[in-house]
């Protein structure tokens, strides 16, 4: 089965400390994105990747930080500079990120759930 | 500023009826509108738009795109409560110098179908 996998799939952090959030995809696909969702409010991008080893800030990106040292991988890492990390994120994935033919729809993980208290 | 605006934010109807759900856009560089619906978690693709006036259809979902009055609407037909979701619209922005394309998504559209 084909898919993006998002681990786990609710987190409880005391304020603080870091926590990373794990995004996992057997796609081969090229691009990943994470997002974040707040009620009332749009997805938010946060950071992308195109490729490994690249990744580019999005909307939001402080207080976060990424890696991609491999394809299917793309962990988020929520800091203790981020001011308001309870959120519900997301993780996407598409074939492609940047074509002048063709777009690509993003593929979503289920959620990982982030209460900080 | 890019930005995407549904409408309404919330509806509720019961079994059976048809629903039009409203997406605007102002967006510099248009590349697609994508739906997705979103029950609980992951949100999931239903139509990618890319020109205007051709109807996408899966069941009882339609989608068409008017790129000159700058929207796009969704209709649900005959609703189930299985529909009951919120539903996303996002424009791609194409971006140039290899820099990514971007989603820009709407805050959605609760529906709400009751029997």
């Known amino acids: 089965d084909g898919g993006i996998t998002q681990s786990p799939k609710y987190l409880f952090r005391k304020e603080g400390q870091n926590v990373t959030l794990s995004c996992e995809q057997n796609?081969?696909?090229?691009?990943m994105y994470w997002y974040r969702q707040d009620p009332g409010q749009g997805l938010r991008l946060i950071y992308y990747?195109?490729?490994?080893?690249?990744?580019q800030k999005g909307d939001i990106a402080e207080g976060y930080s990424v890696s991609r040292e491999k394809k299917e991988s793309f962990p988020l890492t929520v800091t203790s500079a981020q001011k308001n990390p309870t959120a519900f994120y997301l993780c996407?994935?598409?074939?492609?990120?940047?074509?002048?033919?063709?777009?690509?729809?993003?593929?979503f993980g289920p959620g990982t759930r982030l209460t900080v208290t | 500023e890019d930005k995407v605006v549904q409408s309404p934010l919330s509806l509720v109807v019961h079994e059976g009826d048809t629903v039009t759900l409203n997406c605007s856009y102002e967006?510099?560089?248009?590349?697609?509108l994508l739906w997705y619906k979103q029950e609980k978690k992951a949100p999931t693709f239903l139509f990618m738009l890319?020109?205007?006036?051709i109807e996408k259809k899966s069941g009882r979902l339609s989608s068409i795109l008017d790129k000159k009055e700058l929207f796009s609407i969704l209709n649900i037909t005959a609703t189930q409560t299985g529909d009951s979701a919120v539903y996303l619209c996002?424009?791609?922005?194409?971006?140039?110098?290899?820099?990514?394309?971007?989603?820009?998504f709407g805050t959605g559209t609760l529906l709400a179908v009751q029997p």
């Open positions: 996407a994935s598409s074939r492609g990120a940047t074509s002048a033919l063709s777009s690509y729809e993003q593929y």
């Open positions: 796609l081969n696909h090229d691009a």
């Open positions: 990747s195109q490729i490994v080893n690249d990744f």
């Open positions: 967006v510099t560089n248009f590349r697609s």
């Open positions: 890319t020109s205007s006036g």
């Open positions: 996002a424009v791609e922005a194409r971006r140039y110098g290899g820099a990514t394309n971007k989603l820009i």
